[in-house]
């Protein structure tokens, strides 16, 4: 089979190349706005998010044979790639904000058409929808309670490592054609004679009004992205002769590693937080008691008080200046950089001093084993 996007083919890469196709804009770099220049748009911000927990976020205007409904403004939909009971693969198609849903079972040798199904069960939806809201239809609850909630199947964090440095970059994927990205053209499944026609785009002029929940950009700015410098797509990692070769995109081995070191560094960072805690009381326990000693409201001899005020004071030094090397190395760990102070966090959790011991330490072995991990340890010598 050939490949969507690069070197990718999976469920999200060729629904996001069937729409690009289907004359749909990628309004990643402004996720909030209108797709002003054909009233489809999808955004991959969702799938960077949440990996595809709820899918791929579309976009459509509300319009019809009559214009635009600029009370509604847009539709917002999603595309989630999901498993049923019986382990069949299937894209999700819903939208809260119509109350409309759709399954689109399919199999690895139909994937290539999946952007183009979605088009078209939007479209009829759309046309449908549109002239129902012009004569006061309105969502009901019931009708949204109707919409199921599968179990998501994740997109792969290649693919999101590919979008997040395109983004980074600022560039989306309308110019993945011309970047060379997709490569020959899919064949096209055969329709049935009673298809509905596809959804057409007339050039009506919209005028930019506020929408509750939308941010309309002006519409130079949406669909057109940077320049993109000749040999730019060679330098990101996304040539095309080393794509075929089968060569993965460098930075793929590091979102692997970092995906790997999240969970660990959230746990880390709470280690960091219990710890600045545990300093501050330690040091109002040694401020609290020379209060007492000065008061003359001590119970005992001030000499039999300086036991506890050093071990306080140690208490506070450690835990107090161990978590200014664990906030900087925090940084280095989770995004799997090789460097001294990575390994500042995971010494913190094993040593912090009279807390809940086994709670600390398990966590600080968890972090440990995690950045001896192959993938993380392959991650950290292509930063070396």
Not at 64 to 83: I, N, P, S, T, V
Not at 158 to 176: I, K, Q, S
Not at 236 to 262: C, D, V
């Amino acid at each position: 089979m050939s490949t969507a996007i690069a070197h990718f083919n999976e469920p999200y890469a060729w629904i996001a190349r069937g729409l690009l196709e289907r004359n749909w804009e990628d309004i990643s770099l402004s996720p909030n706005a209108f797709p002003m220049q054909s009233g489809l748009g999808f955004s991959v911000d969702n799938l960077l998010q949440t990996g595809g927990q709820f899918g791929l976020k579309l976009i459509v205007l509300a319009r019809d044979e009559m214009g635009w409904l600029d009370k509604d403004g847009a539709y917002e939909f999603y595309a989630r790639h999901c498993q049923d009971h019986w382990n069949t693969q299937q894209i999700l198609i819903y939208s809260k904000d119509t109350a409309f849903f759709q399954f689109i079972p399919f199999q690895n040798e139909q994937l290539m058409w999946l952007g183009s199904q979605i088009h078209e069960q939007i479209g009829t939806h759309i046309r449908t929808f549109v002239p129902q809201r012009r004569q006061g239809h309105t969502v009901s609850t019931a009708s949204l309670s109707q919409i199921p909630d599968p179990k998501p199947i994740l997109a792969s964090a290649e693919w999101v490592g590919f979008l997040d440095r395109r983004l980074r970059m600022r560039m989306d994927l309308n110019t993945a054609r011309q970047e060379g990205l997709i490569l020959s053209p899919p064949p096209q499944p055969a329709l049935h004679p009673n298809a509905p026609p596809p959804l057409t785009h007339q050039n009506t002029s919209i005028p930019v009004q506020s929408h509750p929940n939308i941010n309309i950009a002006p519409p130079h700015m949406l669909g057109t992205p940077p320049p993109i410098n000749k040999g730019m797509g060679i330098s990101l990692g996304m040539g095309i002769a080393n794509q075929q070769a089968g060569s993965s995109f460098a930075g793929n081995t590091q979102t692997i590693a970092m995906e790997k070191l999240s969970k660990p560094a959230i746990a880390l960072r709470v280690v960091f937080f219990v710890g600045i805690a545990m300093g501050l009381i330690a040091m109002a326990n040694v401020m609290t008691t020379f209060l007492m000693i000065n008061q003359g409201t001590a119970v005992r001899n001030s000499s039999e008080y300086l036991l506890v005020i050093m071990t306080s004071l140690g208490v506070s030094a450690v835990c107090l200046v161990g978590s200014i090397f664990c906030h900087f190395g925090l940084h280095y760990y989770k995004e799997a950089k090789e460097h001294p102070l990575a390994y500042a966090p995971i010494v913190y959790a094993c040593l912090l001093p009279f807390c809940n011991f086994f709670g600390t330490f398990i966590i600080g072995m968890w972090a440990l084993w995690m950045w001896y991990r192959p993938e993380v340890k392959a991650a950290r010598k292509k930063e070396s």
